[in-house]
């Protein structure tokens, strides 16, 4: 090998923070089954344990259908809903399209919506859930100045948090986990609104807009054109993409070897 770097083997890669990623994450394809309430299963570790997921995210396959999550710190049930492909606020699409009803050990129950149950159980369509395991129920956190509440995973690379826009010009959020994010997505749920989304490789001065096919786009104010610490993420909270008084959402992560890479390439 060159000077300064090492041979490509894995004895040279780094200890992984997590030997068992099955713990915190797993994919399950599920066939709708309208006109009843079930439990969708699958969410096991690699010793067969059943984990609790703390985030559901659905989408359907067979069908065209926005993507659709509901977290453990805002709450499962049929006001909970948000569409990561569209601007709505939390709850927008009612109870009569089916709704995550709450978890349980190894997933999620899906709870009927009848005859138009399209976003998690409509008969014979197909189905992807994404499940996440964070820190179960929501703790308080005021490492920044506008506290939030948080569930953070124990391997502190995923935290899900929500907290309550101000008025305050230049603010900070506490997001829990132990290291500076790579990610962080959030989003007004009491109103219409964008998925703001920090991307490391893309610096501070930039987001992208997860419900949005646009390019990543420039800004001082979404950022406070800051980049997140291993305690806090920035932004303004004057008006211009944060609501004084509304409630938000956001979801964090951060690498994490053998759970979580984050990067970005040049295509060729």
Do not use: C
Request: charged share 10%.
């Amino acid at each position: 090998a060159p000077t300064g770097f090492k041979n490509l083997n894995t004895a040279n890669l780094p200890a992984p923070t997590v030997k068992d990623p099955s713990k915190y994450f797993q994919t399950v394809i599920y066939t709708g089954d309208t006109n009843n309430n079930r439990n969708i299963t699958g969410f096991q570790d690699a010793a067969g344990n059943n984990i609790t997921p703390d985030l559901v995210w659905i989408k359907g396959r067979s069908n065209a259908t926005s993507h659709y999550l509901q977290d453990v710190v805002r709450g499962f049930g049929g006001s909970k809903e948000l569409m990561t492909d569209g601007t709505q606020a939390e709850g927008s699409q009612g109870t009569g399209n089916g709704y995550i009803g709450g978890v349980v050990a190894g997933g999620f129950t899906a709870v009927d919506g009848g005859t138009n149950d399209v976003y998690v159980n409509e008969n014979g369509r197909t189905y992807v859930a994404w499940m996440w395991k964070a820190g179960g129920s929501a703790g308080s956190n005021s490492n920044g100045s506008i506290t939030s509440s948080v569930s953070v995973a124990d391997h502190g690379g995923f935290s899900i948090g929500t907290f309550t826009a101000g008025s305050n010009g230049a603010i900070t959020i506490g997001h829990g986990l132990s290291r500076a994010p790579d990610i962080v997505i959030v989003k007004d749920t009491s109103a219409t609104g964008q998925w703001w989304t920090y991307l490391g490789p893309e610096g501070a001065g930039k987001y992208v807009a997860l419900n949005s096919d646009g390019a990543s786009a420039s800004s001082t104010a979404v950022w406070n054109n800051t980049a997140p610490t291993s305690s806090v993420f920035s932004t303004q909270d004057n008006g211009a993409w944060l609501t004084a008084g509304n409630d938000h959402v956001f979801y964090a992560f951060a690498k994490t070897p053998g759970l979580i890479g984050i990067g970005s390439y040049t295509g060729n």
